[in-house]
């Protein structure tokens, strides 16, 4: 069994959960390693093309592209703590990715604002806080903008809520709030006709909770809602409402389309992809001019 099929299912998931069970098949037929590999150039155009004509690879940075002062950078695919094959090869996101190209933007004197360019729907938890705390700081420096061309749920949302800005397509997904796990249970022999058993030691019972059983459910949930709390209380501070309003209009675990989500407070206005980044732009252009007139 490999390394990321093992982490698919030790750790929570904030994603779609229909999404979890298709990366945990495909995991499961091809036994991916957990290791970086070359990114193939076809993967790498793509980014280039998503950012738009004149996009320019911004030094240092693995996937973020910077037009005319803007970094744009993709968050695109299920969402991973590390880089794995799936994370290189498919064009998945990892966290180390993120934080990695959001810190080259920040840095770079010739950026001046920043667009998180969303179509994921969201992954595993873990680094997720962490980054969108990275992002609620990182703003203050250099505006910080997400639009969603696609769809932002679960940790990908988790994440645009930080932005000081929420900009969606028409047909753009935002939502799909709290925390899955997967929890596989044998029943049978496996297909080497071997049947795995655990036994933890007497004052460990939580550490394999069974979750067939009440208790083991109980103490699996009671997991996943303290994640769910942080989560609330992340998306509520950055889009500035109370963690009820949060937990009444922003769908409750479902997601919400276009302008429904700018109805409902999940995001701030439907707009293409060209009019957010030429609004950036134009911003970045008028901080030059200020700039030149101070000196």
Do not use: C
Not at 139 to 161: E, L, R
């Amino acid at each position: 069994m490999s390394r990321v099929f093992n982490a698919l299912t030790a750790e929570p998931w904030a994603i779609i959960p229909s999404e979890l069970q298709k990366i945990a098949a495909i995991v499961q037929r091809h036994d991916m390693p957990d290791a970086a590999h070359a990114v193939p150039e076809y993967v790498k155009r793509d980014y280039e093309l998503m950012a738009g004509p004149g996009a320019q690879k911004i030094p240092g940075a693995q996937r973020a592209y910077a037009i005319d002062g803007v970094a744009v950078l993709p968050l695109v695919g299920p969402i991973f703590p590390r880089a794995n094959m799936m994370t290189e090869m498919s064009g998945a996101t990892s966290v180390t990715m993120l934080q990695n190209d959001y810190r080259a933007a920040l840095l770079n004197p010739e950026i001046g604002a920043i667009l998180l360019l969303i179509d994921s729907p969201g992954g595993a938890v873990s680094g997720i806080n962490a980054f969108a705390d990275a992002v609620a700081s990182g703003k203050q420096k250099k505006p910080t903008v997400s639009y969603v061309s696609g769809t932002a749920a679960s940790a990908a949302y988790w994440i645009a809520s930080a932005t000081g800005e929420i900009a969606i397509d028409r047909t753009g997904i935002v939502g799909s709030i709290g925390v899955v796990a997967a929890l596989p249970v044998q029943v049978a022999p496996d297909a080497s006709g071997e049947l795995w058993v655990e036994i933890v030691s007497s004052n460990a019972p939580n550490k394999r909770p069974d979750p067939v059983s009440e208790e083991g459910r109980a103490e699996i949930v009671a997991t996943l809602d303290a994640i769910e709390k942080q989560f609330v209380a992340d998306v509520a501070k950055g889009r500035k409402v109370s963690v009820e309003k949060v937990l009444s209009d922003f769908g409750q675990g479902g997601v919400k389309v276009g302008a429904d989500g700018v109805k409902a407070g999940m995001a701030d206005k439907v707009q293409s992809y060209d009019a957010t980044l030429n609004s950036l732009r134009k911003m970045v252009a008028n901080q030059r001019k200020l700039a030149a007139l101070k000196q």
